[in-house]
Structure formats: structure tokens, C-alpha cells
């Protein structure tokens, strides 16, 4: 699948904050706030502050209808991020390195690897990127520069009407990817009992939501650094909005 030109806008970089809580099973996606599009970090319904974590935020990018990029930023507004853009967008994508985290026998995690807690008993790397189709597209979904893990749909007419089967594939670094994790309800349904994709990267889900849907591919991969991280956990989202009837 060719990759789109990307015009990537880079956020305001710092070090990794300090944070003493578990942060694999957390991701980042996108929803509507107050008719804006909005970063949302969390799991399930805990939205957490993202404004905070915008330096980890390496890249967000927005796409015309004919995936064409237009130029696009965050702005922090209280604790949460929105896009904004010059011109209208169809979708937009963001990719968060979340660094390296280690875990003690006491349950605590801490931002550093292996090499910095020796008495860990898991350290890994997270990524974590996030897909929002503003509109329902007209064509394929193409696959962006830089998301390593990307969950598209196989048919671009997305079912409209909750309840429906929906097709996905998951992608890593370019090529299908079987036994990848698919959720398709991460905001209402945390812990639902997950799919796996098969030989070709694909996987059938339901469509939860006659409203938001927040579909979540997961993939712990190969260590990165073999003397920092046991291995590299990534973290794909996929949202968009189902039309409720009129008012």
C-alpha cells in the first residue's frame, strides 16, 4: 500500500515525565469535545491528562479528503489537547513514544530501563499511535509514515449502523500482521474478550457504538534495545463516529 506524503508537525519535545503508575495498558486516540477533535490518554473511561504529556507526542499529522496533508497542531486547552488546522480534515494521526518503562517486584513502575533497575521484573518500551477518520472515506486508508502497528479497515464503506461486522487489517512496519490483538470497544469495553488477526492480518470485529468507536491493536514485539527492554509494546487505535438519526 503506497504511503502518503506526511507533513508532519512536531511537538514541543522535553524529558519523559516521572510518573509512578502502570502505563502499558494506556493509550492515546482521538474523540470529539465540544465540536472539536480532541487527544484523549487514558483506558476505558479514565481520560488522563494529555496536556501534560504533549512533549511525547512526536508527531500529529492531518489529511484532506484526498489524503493530501494539511497543516495541523495541538492545543493545549485545560487538560486536553485539540487539533487544530488550517484547512478542514478528513483524518488525523498522532504517534506518542511513551520510553522506556521498568517494573520491581513491589509493583511500582519506573520511567527508565533494565540497565537503570536492575532488580526489574519486566521493562519494556511503548508506543502508541492513534487514527481518527473525521469523514468516512472514500477509498483505502492508507498506511502512515511512522506507525509502526496500524489497524485499517479492509473495505472503506465502514458499516454505518452499530451491531454490524466490520473487517480490519493490522499492519507492522508495512506488512500484515497475524496474531496481533483487536478490541473494538477500548472506551466502553476495556476488558472485552479480544480478537486475534489471522495469517493475513485480518481480524472481524462488531461495531459496538451508533457513536464513537475506539478500535485498539496491540502487538508486543521485539526488544529494541536488548540491555534496556524485554520487549516493545505497541498500541494502535482506529476511531471514528457513527451518524446518530436526526433531532
Excluded: C
Excluded at 179 to 195: F, K, R
Amino acid at each position: 500500500m503506497k504511503l502518503p506524503r506526511i507533513l508532519a508537525v512536531t511537538v514541543a519535545g522535553s524529558a519523559l515525565l516521572a510518573m509512578a503508575t502502570p502505563l502499558s495498558a494506556h493509550a492515546i486516540w482521538f474523540a470529539q469535545r465540544a465540536t472539536q477533535i480532541a487527544l484523549v490518554y487514558g483506558v476505558g473511561a479514565d481520560d488522563l491528562d494529555a496536556v501534560k504529556r504533549l512533549p511525547l507526542i512526536k508527531t500529529v499529522t492531518g489529511y484532506g479528503a484526498d489524503w493530501a496533508p494539511v497543516t495541523t497542531s495541538l492545543r493545549a486547552a485545560g487538560p486536553i489537547p485539540v487539533v487544530d488546522s488550517e484547512e478542514p480534515i478528513a483524518a488525523v494521526a498522532a504517534i506518542m513514544d511513551y520510553g522506556l518503562w521498568s517494573k520491581t517486584p513491589d509493583g511500582k513502575w519506573h520511567n527508565k530501563g533494565r540497565d537503570e533497575v536492575p532488580t526489574a521484573t519486566l521493562a519494556e518500551h511503548n508506543w502508541k499511535y492513534a487514527v481518527h477518520l473525521a469523514k468516512m472515506p472514500t477509498g483505502p486508508v492508507p498506511l502512515f509514515e511512522g506507525h509502526k502497528l496500524q489497524i485499517v479497515p479492509v473495505d472503506p464503506a465502514i458499516p454505518q449502523k452499530m451491531g454490524e461486522p466490520m473487517k480490519v487489517r493490522a499492519y507492522y512496519e508495512g506488512k500484515p500482521l497475524a496474531g496481533a490483538t483487536i478490541m473494538s470497544d477500548y472506551v466502553n469495553d476495556p476488558d472485552e474478550v479480544a480478537v486475534k488477526t489471522g495469517a493475513d492480518g485480518t481480524a472481524t470485529i462488531t461495531v459496538r457504538n451508533q457513536g464513537l468507536n475506539v478500535l485498539m491493536g496491540i502487538y508486543v514485539g521485539p526488544a529494541d534495545d536488548k540491555a534496556k527492554v524485554d520487549h516493545v509494546e505497541y498500541r494502535s487505535s482506529l476511531s471514528f463516529v457513527l451518524p446518530h438519526l436526526p433531532e
